[in-house]
C-alpha cells in the first residue's frame, strides 16, 4: 500500500520504511508526527481525494533536522562599474521515517500533525491583539450612536462638542438640566428647543 501525501507545498508518494526529506517540520528528533493532507491511497483499491482523502494520514518518526545541500546563487552585471555578487543558501529540512499509511481513523489517532517550523514574529498572542483592537473600535462607535447630540435640530458637530465639553453627553443629561443650569453654562448657549426634543429622545 502506497500513499501520496503533500507538505511544504509538495507531493511525495510514500510506502511505510521510506525515508524522506521534506521541508523543515516543528518537532524534534524521536517524535512521531502525523501527515494529515493526503491526496491519494494506492494498493487493492485506490482512493484519489477531493482533495485529499477523509480520515486518512501518514505517520512518521523525526529522525533528524538537517540542511540541503549548498545552493550557489551568482549575479554579475555586465556594464561599466560591473558588479560581482556569489551567495550561498542550504535549505532547513527534516528527516523522517514513514512507520504507518492509515485509510480511516487518523483524525482520532491523537498524534501531533505535521506543520511546518511558525516564522518568528507569528506567535499567537500577537494574532490576538488585531482581534480586540476590532472589538474595541465596534463598541466605540455603538456607544456613540447611542447619544449622538447631532441628532438634534440646530446642533452640529462643532455644538456637541461644546456641549461635550461642558459635561453633556446624552439626551438623557440635557433633559435633566434646569434653568439655572443651563444659565450657568458659558461654553454654549443651550437652546430650550434643544432640551424638549433631548427629553422625547430620552424616552426613546
Known sequence: MFA??????????????????????????GETVQFNDVLMLG?????????????AGVQAEVIEQIKGDKVIKFVKRRRKHSSKRTVGHRQKLTLVKITDILSSGADKSGIKA?????????????????????????????????DDLTALTGVGPAAAKKLAEAG?????????????????????????????????????
Open 114 to 146: 505535521a506543520t511546518g517550523s511558525a516564522p518568528a514574529g507569528e506567535a499567537a498572542p500577537a494574532a490576538k491583539k488585531p482581534a480586540k483592537k476590532t472589538e474595541a473600535k465596534a463598541e466605540a462607535p455603538a456607544a456613540a450612536a447611542a
Open 168 to 204: 453633556i453627553e446624552s439626551f438623557a443629561a440635557l433633559a435633566a438640566l434646569s434653568d439655572e443650569q443651563i444659565a450657568a453654562i458659558d461654553t454654549i448657549k443651550v437652546k430650550p428647543e434643544w432640551v424638549e426634543q433631548a427629553k422625547e429622545l430620552a424616552k426613546g
Open 4 to 29: 501520496v501525501l503533500k507538505t511544504g507545498g509538495k507531493q511525495y508518494k510514500v510506502q511505510a520504511g521510506d525515508v524522506l526529506r521534506v521541508e523543515k517540520l516543528a518537532a524534534d528528533a
Open 43 to 55: 494498493g487493492d483499491a485506490p482512493v484519489v481525494g477531493a482533495p485529499f482523502v477523509e480520515g
